[in-house]
């Protein structure tokens, strides 16, 4: 059994859930969409959740700042000032459309909540020997829903920001340059928002597992191992549009036709192959009338797989089963890829320290094995770790989700493993400043 570092009581953590809880709801009434969760990059509710987010940050002693492409962050420095590198915690405030009240959310404030028990005067005196800083991070477009491109915010901090962006538009056509300007942010500045190497230790993310496993387990936490390899694509099924009466079956060359066979081809083909999910989301059919054999179908395509190598055999596999269905309907079909990134695995060393807070947790926990191994799980949702991955060494922590449901209202987790996941994650904090090896890279 682990010994706990951290000295602080269960009634403190417990208070500390309670927190994370109530701010989820508060941040939940900050939506542009009466009777749904929606905040987008750089809206007026993105720019209100920060405000809050920066309230919260300095109420636990850190300085807070908005930093060139919008995200906030808050900051407590180490023995160095402000040269000393960072131990960055976080994840997002953006949501999907119609979203919970968890994803991305909760990781943010049981960060802030982890910076509160280390600096708490009654906590273990070995926190104030912390080796580096402690940041907050509260990345702001992690979902991509405004401008289709994910992990925008996350991007910009790790240097990865590519101008060609700047010409995305929203669904008003608004590009990414005009809100950039219009939330007050100088486009001409967002490289200042990137980090170097030698300023971070690592990046550690607490985050709702989106999935099932952890509940079908019967398991509150979890380590995760890696983060999905990733691929999307827009294709497009060419047939021939005529009357939906006068054309008999033998003269038809019916494009929706064509694309459920290929929306069918992805459930099998992936199905076959171990943790590789593909999914078909849109799905538009032209002309669109009732009384028309569909000419022309765009559909989208989402492949995700633990292993870079696996992800693309399935799609070589997929060509070539569209090659063979299209060819037999007198159809023709054509792939545009949109999206790529590869698996980003979790740094070993923040594996562990995941690991041991844990089992640190466990400690005096009669509801769980105490003897077990928690579990270790790939993620097949995308996270800002992803990005980050490019500058530094990332773990995550996953809670669990009742029902494994996401980007849902009813999406859920309780307060009691809420608790458990700042005990968890303040122990990691702690068990990574007790490891000599913690600045290697």
Known sequence: MTTPLLAVDRDRIAAAARRVMARCEELARVTATPGAIERVYLSPEHARVNRLAAEWMREVGMTARQDAAGNQYGRIDGARGAETPALMLGSHLDTVPDAGRFDGIVGVLMALEVVRLLRSPDADARRVDLPFALEVMAFSDEEGTRFG??????????????????????????????????????????????????????????????????????????????????????????????????????????????????????????????????????????????????????????????????????????????????????????????HRAPAVFCRPLLQDVVREGILATRAGDTREDTTADPATLFSRAGHDAMAIGAVTGVGMLFLRNPDGISHHPDEAVSAGDVARGIRALAEAVLHLAHDPAHAQP
Not at 154 to 173: I, K, R
Not at 242 to 259: E, I, K, N, S
Not at 311 to 322: F, I, M, N, P, Q
Request: aromatic fraction near 6%; glycine fraction near 10%.
């Open 149 to 338: 491109k994910a992990l925008l915010g996350s991007s910009a901090v790790a240097g990865a920001w590519d101008e060609s962006w700047w010409t995305l538009t929203d669904a008003d056509g608004t590009t990414l340059r005009e809100a950039f300007l219009e939330f007050g942010l100088d486009p001409g500045r967002v490289g200042e928002a990137a980090r170097r190497p030698d300023e971070l230790v690592g990046y550690l993310e607490a985050h709702i597992e989106q999935g099932p496993e952890l509940d079908e387990r019967g398991e509150s936490l979890a380590v995760v191992s890696s983060i999905a390899s990733a691929r999307r694509f827009q294709l497009v099924v060419e047939g021939e549009a005529r009357h939906a009466g006068g054309t008999p079956y033998d003269r038809r060359r019916d494009a929706l036709l064509g694309a459920s066979e290929a929306a069918l081809a992805v459930e099998r083909i992936c199905r076959a192959e171990h943790h590789i999910i593909g999914t078909v989301g849109q799905l538009e059919t032209f002309p669109g009338a009732v009384n028309i054999v569909p000419g022309e179908v765009h559909m989208s395509l989402d492949l995700r797989g633990e292993f870079d190598d696996a992800r693309d055999r399935v799609w070589d596999a997929l060509a070539r089963d569209l090659d063979a269905s299209m060819g037999r309907r007198g159809l023709r079909w054509r792939a545009r890829e949109i």
